[in-house]
């Protein structure tokens, strides 16, 4: 059964005012609340897919953790995959070779991050490279064998614009790391063959990295059978930091690791900062529907005086009075913010099925709006509008309890 309380403010929410001003003002606060919702849950949305995507687009070049040794290079490195790759949570691990270098073209020449990797591994850690493109770095014996006499190259789809070249052309690849000579130091350059490009949505990457096999990188950097370092893909990426220090603490002290939440942690950083911001920033808009909405409750307070003072004078309480005022603002409150779920829900699956917002693509590395919506977000939106909507409530029904039946009855 329904208690009186209840029953009373739901007769206030369907009985017409006497001033059609507090209507409005309700509807207006409903409608108040249902923008701010909505608003939030579109945004918060496409902060998560731009996060998401952006995660999702760094982890395709890059690998979850990268284990380097302090005095620099290392040669036991194959004994170290062994021990890499039956650590518990790692998926799959490679060598690879980093360096500086300079790519030169018939018609230009642009700087480089060189990357030496094994092809028969690399694409287990290095998702952005299939395996088609990885056939082509095969050692120098089996180029003989199939007639190439140039060494493969793949470059990213910018460096190769910046370069001028296509699939097929060569390029010289010129490396700081060259020999002493009588005069003097003389750098070490080798042609390469364009074997593929590739395209990983992130313009630093795709105008900077070039991979060659490691081979190739090892005699090019004169660094014997040494590696940088060792790339390690992981099962779950959020434990990437455990399993990474699991991994030191196998090897020893002088080597030491890095996942990929601390070598991106700027980033993310930034992007849950502005997330947090953006989310505080809406909440206003939420907040101001909230004042309407107390506005609306003390309006209704001054208009049924009289009939507070009859409810007191046959034996109400002042928590009764309350429960009847901080209903109809829950109700007010709970309208919006379920017409504001709803609409931020259709708006987000429209956003991400048709995606007819476009983005310069000169500017963002995305050219459609993102959209990823998490149940976790769209829970606590709603609960923030109905905490807000809850305390918009207190004050106007503390102001209605405090009535004095007598006083009302006489002056109302």
Request: aromatic letters at 8%; proline letters at 3%; one cysteine or more.
């Amino acid at each position: 059964m329904m208690s009186f309380e209840f029953f009373i403010g739901s007769r206030y929410l369907r009985a017409k005012q006497k001033q059609a001003f507090i209507s409005l003002i309700t509807i207006l606060s409903i409608a108040g609340v249902t923008v701010g919702v909505m608003a939030l849950i579109v945004v918060i949305a496409v902060m998560t897919g731009f996060e998401y995507d952006l995660k999702s687009r760094i982890l395709g070049v890059e690998s979850h953790i990268v284990i380097m040794r302090h005095n620099g290079p290392f040669s036991d490195y194959c004994n170290i995959l062994e021990h890499v790759e039956n650590t518990d949570g790692v998926e799959a691990a490679t060598p690879f070779i980093n360096s500086q270098v300079i790519l030169r073209s018939s018609l230009s020449l642009s700087g480089a991050v060189l990357r030496g990797i094994d092809p028969d591994s690399a694409d287990r850690v290095i998702k952005n490279l299939d395996k088609v493109s990885l056939k082509n770095l095969k050692e120098t014996d089996q180029r003989k064998s199939t007639s190439i006499t140039m060494p493969a190259i793949i470059l990213g789809k910018e460096l190769a614009k910046n370069l001028g070249v296509m699939q097929g052309d060569p390029v010289h690849l010129i490396s700081p790391r060259g020999m002493i000579s009588p005069i003097g130091h003389i750098p070490t350059m080798k042609r390469f063959k364009v074997a593929d490009l590739f395209e990983s949505g992130m313009y630093e990457y795709d105008r900077t990295l070039a991979y060659i096999n490691i081979k190739d990188a090892q005699k090019i950097l004169r660094m014997g059978d040494s590696v940088n370092g060792i790339e390690v893909r992981v099962n779950d990426i959020y434990n990437a930091g455990n399993i990474a220090g699991r991994i030191v603490k196998g090897l020893g002290f002088q080597y030491w690791a890095r996942d990929w939440m601390q070598m991106n942690q700027n980033l993310f950083s930034a992007l849950k900062l502005e997330k947090t911001v953006m989310f505080i920033i809406l909440a206003l808009i939420v907040l101001v529907a909230a004042f309407n909405i107390a506005s609306t409750l003390i309006m209704m307070v001054m208009e049924k005086t009289k009939d507070i003072a009859i409810l007191k004078a046959m034996g109400a309480t002042d928590k009764s009075i309350r429960k009847i005022f901080v209903f109809k603002g829950i109700v007010i409150g709970s309208i919006g913010t379920i017409f504001g779920v709803c609409l931020g829900l259709i708006l987000c699956t429209v956003l991400k099925y048709y995606q007819f917002i476009e983005l310069p693509g000169d500017v963002y590395y995305i050219t459609t709006l993102p959209v990823k919506l998490e149940l976790l977000d769209v829970v606590m939106i709603a609960s923030a509008a109905m905490a807000i909507s809850f305390l918009a409530t207190l004050y106007p029904a503390r102001q209605a309890s405090k009535l004095d039946p007598v006083e009302a009855i006489r002056y109302g």
